[in-house]
Each structure stands twice: as C-alpha cells, then as structure tokens.
C-alpha cells in the first residue's frame, strides 16, 4: 500500500474520530455542570454519535452550515463548530469548557460507580482532580467523610476505577482488528514477505486484547529487510526492540504494541499455532507430545531423541501428528476443545455466510441515524445475502433514545409497509425492544406486543441489583421472543448486573424465548462462555448488531466471533434461517404458553 495514501486514509477518518471525540467531551463537560446543561449535553453526545457513524469524512458533507443541517443531530449551533473546526483545527468553545472543569476526571462519568455529582463533589470538597488524586482519597479514608459516601458506594467506585484501569490497558476486539488488519497488509505488501497472520488474543477473538503478534515467513536472505520495512510503516510512533527475528514498535495511534516474528517456511505452522495460545492450550498440546516422546515449541514438533521435526509447516499437519481434529482458533481457550478434538467431535462453526437476517436495529424514529427506507436501501447493497431485517426501536420508557409510544409504533407499521412496496420485497419486519421495567413488567400494553413480527426485551436501568426475575418474568410472557443483551454490561465502563444464569437458562429453555449474542463492540454480551452454557441447555441464541448507523451493521461479525468463541454451530442461531422458521419459532412460543394456560386453566378447575 502506498504510504501517502495510508496517511491521507488516516487525515480523513481524523476528522471524524476528532470531532467525535471533542463532541463527546463537551458533552461530558455539561453533564458535570449540571441538570440546567443536560440538554446541551444531550445535544452534544448526539453530534458525537454521529461523527463515529458517518460513511465518508465530514468535510464532504460541509460545503457550509446549512448542509450540516441535513445529518442527524447536528443543528445550526454545532453545524458552525463543525466548520471552524475544519478551518482552523480547534473549536473555541470546547477550549473555553476545558479551563472550566477538571479534564482528568471526565473519562470517569463514563464508568458505572461515578456520575457527574459524584464527580464535582469529589473535585470540590476535596480537590481531586485526576485519578492519581483520587485514589489517595479513598486509600486515606477521606470520601468515606463526605456526605451520601457510603461503604456500598465506595465499593462501587473502586471497581469502576478497576475498569478504567483494564479499558485503558485493553483494547476492544473491534479496534484492534481494524488496527491489527491495517498492519498486516501493510507487512504483506513488504518486499520478501511470503506469508503472514495475526496471532495471539486478537486471532481467538477474545473481547479485548493487549497487544497485537504477527507472524511473518520470508527467505532468510530477506530478513533484515522485512525487519527495516515493518519498523518504517508511517504508523509507527516508537520502535521498543529490533533483532534479527524480531521486532516491536509502538503505533501512533492509541499506543498500541505491535510485535513481528520472523520464522522459517517449516517452522510457520508452529509458530502460528504456539503464538495464537492460549497458553492452557499450548500446555496441554505439550503434555500430549510428550507422552508420545516428541517436544513441541515454536519451531516445530519434533522427536526429543533425534531432534527430527515430524511437523511445523501448518498448524493442521502439527494437530494431525498428534491425532487431533483441526482446532479453530476461537476453541483454544483449553475447556474441553482437546478432548473433543480426539474424538473428532468438534461442532462446525458458525461462520458470517450463513447469518440471513439482522435481528434488532434502531432507526430514527427513535435513537437511530437512519430513515428506515435508507437502512432498508443498504441492506439490499451491502448484504445481499438477507432475507430480513427486523426494526426493533425502543418503547417509551427510553425517553433518551426517544421512545416511541403505541400510537407512534402503529404510525411506523404504515412506514414499514410503505418501505417493503417500494423496495419490491418484504424485507423489513416489525419489532421492538421494550423495556423491562423494574418489576418485571414490560413497557407495552400486550394487545400491541401480539401485533409485532418479534419482541425483543431488555433492561436498560437498575444496573446495580440483581435482575433474575425481571428476566425471568420477562420470559414468561407469550409476547416476548428474545431476550436482548441479557448481562447489561458494556465492556471496560459498566460491569454485568448479577443475574443467576441457571435459572434463566432453565426458564428460556422452558418457555421457547431466544438468548441475544448483541454485537455492539462494547457490549459482546452474551458473554462467550454463557453462550457455550446457553447452547447445552438447548437454548436458541440469536445474532444481533443492534445498529444504530449503517456503519454498524457489519459489527454482525463480531457477533459470529463470540458465537464461535461459544462453540455454535449454524443449528444453534435462529437467523440462519429463513424468516419462515423464524416464525415457527415464534408461533411455538405462544403454543407453548397457550398449552399452559390451558393445563393451569383444567388444574384449577
């Protein structure tokens, strides 16, 4: 790739990611003001979300303010920042809000145990004004004097500083496979280079990764070449080592380490295989080699007696000398894939080309970016292989995310099927995520729940106390056909609420309710291994981007990440199928409440 045009990729997408996150920031600044700034913080927030969102660098939409009028989110007051950003790289305001309240705290209104009161009477009353300053107040024992400072609340704020400690240390999967793909092509394109791939965490797809490996092959002759290239990208910030078969650099970008490792063409499977890990799975291939009287490390398997290599080139030749199945890099995490593996038992994965429909987005008719025949129109381009997408904007509890009321969902069935006539097919459904409400209790009245395609239901506050029975109660209802990202959590801010995964397992298995995989990159969540306890209790599980742009719609893979990482087989996800099965599914859920009725209704008589 050419240099000059990796920078200029990189100046294009810099002024949205930049603008996003000064929007994001002067938004944070308005919350710790206080309630009379809430609406500007709102407005704010809103304008960041949609910098992040948009398809091609604001500059292309800014030929003046008016035309900033025509993206969601941005009015005149914001479209006019907007424009003196792009002339002059700063925006006045911002610079003034950034003298007036403590700019090292603001990244911690976004993690659960803070908010922006805690934040200003903790600045205040005790000046605190960074991390550092915080935490020597609670090792002393000094918020435990404030007023409303509890040991509950403190206890909450400690693990929220936990949280933001591993967010800065962690990436999250989505950007680090954007920053670990764009290196790889770049290292691929070096001259010399005959293969490379990404390895460790990054490959297995783990949720959040430490740093990025790549393992590389070229002839010998050409490694200090391939060395001198990969240390000469324009991402790189700092080179931290440079040897003969290795090197490690610093990208510009979030200060990410990047590590190569230079093998020989028969070393490149085992290479791949020791640096992908994890290391419990590395030991226990290592023990089965040595039970047979060989070794095996990064250079190869091999016998220990005579140091003949038996395997290395590919990692299938090395798991086939030991009399295993070939072991995907999601399964190697050493829960029971070894096992599997000698019996040849291991499922088929579940891979991107089989999703054929999206099940829960948001469009603007409540928190979304897009009209619904637009999302409809890009789904048509860009995801050909879809059958269906289901609409699923929030019910009215959501006030934030603009909520619709019973009229309005009916006012947007009109709009859905007007969009399906034009668009010449039946591809958009009708749906919802309503809220569950503190008692268990749902945010629509159950004539309209029966008239959607499908329900999804979520809790979106009370995210300290345990929620089992909502979800639970939730379940039971006829009208509810999924549960939508059951643990709440968004990764590195806000940790999963307590739910007793059991009983809600036994009880969606029990009343034919889905379990969400929800591929929002912060959120992940059905967790891996709930996914894995989910599918053993024969609970379907569903596949959903909850996208809210339509840049988010290929977040679906990350979703097949985690469903892989769990062990699902295309027979384990409901939207691998035709929207003919999808109903099925539907319609078995409310036979199976109406056959309970029915038995309850001859018991008690």
């Known amino acids: 790739m ?6 200029q990729k990189e100046t294009r997408t810099n002024h949205n990611s930049e603008l996003a996150g000064i929007f994001h920031r002067m938004a944070s600044c308005y919350r710790y003001k206080g309630k009379e700034e809430r609406f500007r913080a709102l407005a704010y927030e809103g304008a960041s979300r949609t910098m992040n969102n948009l398809k091609e660098d604001i500059s292309v939409y800014a030929t003046d303010v008016q035309s900033l009028d025509k993206l969601s989110g941005i009015g005149e007051s914001i479209g006019e920042k907007i424009m003196e950003f792009l002339k002059t790289g700063k925006i ?8 007036e309240v403590p700019q090292d705290l603001l990244d911690l209104m976004d993690i659960n145990g803070f908010g922006p009161a805690t934040i200003k009477t903790l600045h205040e009353e005790l000046k605190v004004d960074n991390r550092d300053t915080l935490i020597a107040a609670i090792q002393e024992g000094k918020i435990e004097k404030l007023k409303g400072f509890g040991p509950r609340k403190i206890e909450n704020m400690k693990r929220g500083l936990k949280l933001f400690k591993e967010s800065r240390e962690r990436m999250l999967l989505s950007e680090a496979l954007i920053a670990g793909n764009e290196i790889l092509d770049i290292v691929l394109k070096i001259p010399g280079v005959k293969k490379a791939a990404l390895a460790g965490s990054l490959r297995r797809k783990k949720e959040t990764i430490g740093d990025i490996d790549i393992i590389t092959t070229a002839e010998r002759s050409n490694w200090k070449k391939v060395i001198a290239g990969f240390i000469s990208i324009p991402q790189c910030d700092k080179v931290l080592a440079k040897g003969e078969t290795k090197a490690s650099i610093l990208l510009i970008k979030n200060h990410t380490q990047v590590d190569l490792r230079l093998v020989n063409d028969h070393e490149y ?3 791949l295989l020791y640096f992908t890990g994890s290391k419990e799975h590395n030991i226990q291939l290592r023990l089965m080699a040595k039970e047979k009287g060989w070794k095996l490390n990064e250079y190869g398997l091999l016998d220990e007696k005579t140091d003949t290599l038996l395997a290395g080139k590919t990692e299938e030749e090395v798991y086939h000398c030991l009399g295993l199945q070939f072991i995907p890099p999601e399964l190697r995490e050493d829960r029971g894939e070894i096992e599997m593996a000698m019996k040849r038992k291991l499922p088929e994965l579940i891979e991107i080309k089989d999703i054929k429909g999206d099940m829960q987005m948001h469009s603007t008719w409540s928190d979304g970016s897009e009209e619904i025949e637009a999302i409809a129109l890009y789904i048509m381009k860009e995801f050909p292989q879809y059958e269906y997408i289901i609409m699923t904007d929030h019910s009215p509890s959501e006030r ?4 619709l009321k019973p009229a309005e ?8 099927d007007r969009v399906n006539k034009k668009i010449g097919k039946e591809l958009v459904k009708k749906g919802t995520e309503v809220d569950i409400l503190a008692d268990g209790s749902l945010d629509l009245p159950d004539d309209l729940l029966e008239e959607f395609d499908w329900v999804v239901a979520s809790i979106h506050t009370g995210f300290n106390k345990d929620n089992t029975e909502r979800l639970l109660k939730a379940c039971e209802h006829p009208s509810v056909h999924c549960i939508g990202h059951p643990s709440g959590r968004l990764i590195g801010r806000r940790e999963p609420y307590p739910v007793d995964w059991r009983k809600l397992f036994e009880k969606a298995a029990a009343t034919g309710t889905a379990i969400e995989i929800n591929a929002q990159p912060e959120r992940l969540d059905l967790k891996d291994d709930l996914v894995k306890d989910a599918i053993d209790k024969g609970i379907i599980i569903t ?6 742009a339509l840049t988010q719609f290929h977040n679906m893979q990350l979703g097949v990440d985690v469903a892989k990482r769990g062990w699902c087989s ?3 996800i409901l939207n691998t199928n035709s929207w003919k099965v ?10 199976k409440h109406a056959f309970k009725i029915s038995i309850l209704s001859l018991l008690s008589d």
């Open 269 to 271: 499977g085992s290479a």
């Open 400 to 403: 934030i995310a603009g909520g």
């Open 543 to 548: 596949i959903s981007t909850d996208s809210h």
């Open 92 to 99: 006045k305001t911002y610079e003034k809000l950034r003298k």
């Open 570 to 572: 295309k027979g384990e």
């Open 409 to 416: 969902f009916r006012k947007q069935f009109v709009e859905i």
């Open 2 to 7: 050419n240099h000059a045009v990796i920078q």
């Open 582 to 591: 999808v109903k099925q599914f539907r319609e078995n859920k409310e036979k």
